[in-house]
């Protein structure tokens, strides 16, 4: 009975780390680019992260200088920038769904031949959660919107969108 259990125990741990489906959570996002397409399943969902540089919304260094970082690794560090921006003017399609789930700003010291150069880099990354329905028409669908920042310039959000019958797995 005891190896019974320690062996569903076990199975259960393992089970646990087994690889996520990229794009299949807010925490594993993945890396989409203004204006590139994405493929999307009927009946799906999947999260997009886009990268942005400080100068793409009008900002400076100076404009989160009271931002909390946390460290993200070895050289980066990053902080929330949920209270900072919103998603707005969203265009989808009926019974699509287009959210912000999470954004952050990065700030990244370059690093050559293993050493720290000084040099910081800083981006904002938005987390976009995309749901198309099951009765979604297949084809080419674009969805727009507006990424505002509450201290700086509105960036316009176009992702062309190629929806396809879900695949037998």
């Known amino acids: 009975m005891k190896r019974r259990v320690v062996i569903l125990c076990l199975l259960s741990a393992l089970s646990a780390c087994a690889p996520s489906i990229r794009g299949g959570s807010a925490g594993d996002p993945i890396l989409a680019e203004n204006a590139q397409q994405v493929v ?3 009946g799906s969902e999947k999260f997009l992260r886009l990268d942005y540089t400080l100068e793409d919304f009008g900002l400076r260094r100076s404009d989160i200088a009271g ?6 690794g070895v ?28 954004i952050r700003a990065y700030r990244t010291i370059e ?4 050493r720290d150069t000084g040099e910081v ?3 904002i990354s938005p987390v976009l959660r995309l749901y198309v329905p099951a009765d979604a028409d297949l084809g080419e669908s674009t969805v727009r919107a507006e990424l505002d920042s509450r201290d700086g310039e509105a960036l316009e959000i176009e992702l062309p969108v190629r929806v396809r019958a879900p695949q037998i797995r």
């Open 111 to 114: 690093t050559r031949y293993g």
């Open 121 to 123: 880099t800083l981006r």
């Open 67 to 72: 931002a909390f970082w946390i460290p993200e």
């Open 40 to 42: 999307m399943e009927q």
């Open 75 to 102: 050289d980066e560090e990053s902080a929330n920038m949920s209270t900072r921006f919103a998603l707005t003017d969203v265009i989808v399609p009926a019974g699509w769904e287009l959210e912000l789930v999470d």
